[in-house]
């Protein structure tokens, strides 16, 4: 994540905007999103099989038998 000091002529925040600040000492964080995400992408039909809403495809779950065949394990 880039952190970054940016002056506040830069930004517009309007009331229905979601800020947060965060205070360690004499450091202010001011944490600024412009929208929220309010739905999901796709939506489960069985244990298996999902459907994904932007395009209306039916796709299989991948599925892994253990730990140690996800792409992770083998860095």
């Known amino acids: 994540m880039r952190i970054k000091k940016v002056s506040s002529d830069v930004f517009k925040i309007y009331e229905t905007s979601q800020v947060k600040l965060k205070t360690a000492g004499n450091i202010r964080e001011v944490q600024f999103t412009a929208g929220t995400n309010n739905h999901c992408p796709i939506q489960n039909i069985s244990k298996d099989k999902y459907i994904d809403k932007k395009t209306g495809e039916i ?3 991948k ?5 140690y065949q996800t792409s992770k394990s083998f860095l």
């Open 59 to 61: 796709k299989e779950r």
């Open 63 to 67: 599925k892994i038998i253990s730990r």
